[in-house]
């Protein structure tokens, strides 16, 4: 284990490569890469106060865990920088940011967003998975991956504009009238591609019909989805004008 200890720093300015093991990073310690950040595999913990810091270039994800936990901080502060998770799982949990300029790539692996996610470029979406119940502070591009709010089941806001491509999917849950899953996008949605319905197998046995599930909200769309999947009975979509 390697362990960045309260109120201290460990600057690197070369490239910092994991490919196992593990980092802990403390309250108010800050490890900070100042050249090229690959995560390959083992597991680095950013806990309450602590800091991981990229800069000048890209921080790229292909294996692993990088947990940020509540009041920690993942950042990027450079245009230049960004962040590419191209496999394993990135966990911003609740009361966690990840913040910066750049632009998040999401390649592959799962992105868990709980807390606050603020990328001054946006986030950019070609495969993968995008879960959680947390806030996205600008637009998403998705174009090849699959969105899927909540924590079985929750509410994903976004506060900018979400695209969806053909080749990408947004998957929902229903468990019932009270309890589903919702993708609340503050700016505008430009809809094509799948919707993934999942509904609970208990709750499908009491539906009636006419019920319905409010799973989206807009300030306004075009488009729509070009393939439903899901029971029979709840593939029919309404999208309001």
Not at 2 to 14: I, M, Y
Not at 127 to 146: D, E, K, P
């Amino acid at each position: 284990m390697f362990v960045v200890g309260t109120g201290t720093s460990f600057v690197s300015d070369g490239t910092f490569t994991q490919t196992d093991g593990i980092i802990d990073i403390a309250d108010n310690a800050e490890l900070r890469n100042d050249g090229n950040y690959i995560h390959d595999g083992g597991t680095t913990n950013v806990n309450s106060g602590g800091t991981l810091t990229n800069n000048f270039s890209v921080m790229t994800q292909n294996g692993g865990t990088v947990t940020i936990e509540s009041a920690g901080r993942l950042t990027n502060q450079d245009a230049f920088a960004g962040y590419a998770l191209n496999g394993g799982t990135l966990d911003i949990q609740a009361g966690a940011v990840m913040d910066g300029f750049g632009v998040t790539h999401l390649n592959g692996g799962t992105l868990r967003v709980n807390g606050q996610m603020t990328q001054q470029n946006g986030l950019n979406i070609t495969g993968g998975t995008l879960q959680g119940a947390g806030t996205i502070n600008n637009n998403v591009n998705n174009s090849g991956g699959t969105v899927g709010p909540g924590n079985s089941p929750g509410t994903m806001t976004i506060t900018g504009d979400y695209t969806q491509g053909p080749s990408a999917a947004l998957a929902m849950e229903i468990d019932s009238l009270i309890s589903f899953d919702i993708l609340d996008i503050l700016g505008s949605a430009d809809l094509d591609g799948t919707l993934d319905l999942t509904v609970d197998a208990g709750f499908a046995l009491t539906a009636q019909n006419g019920d319905s599930f409010k799973i989206m909200n807009w300030n306004d769309f075009t488009g729509g989805f070009s393939v439903i999947n899901g029971p029979v009975s709840y593939t029919h979509l309404t999208l309001p004008t």
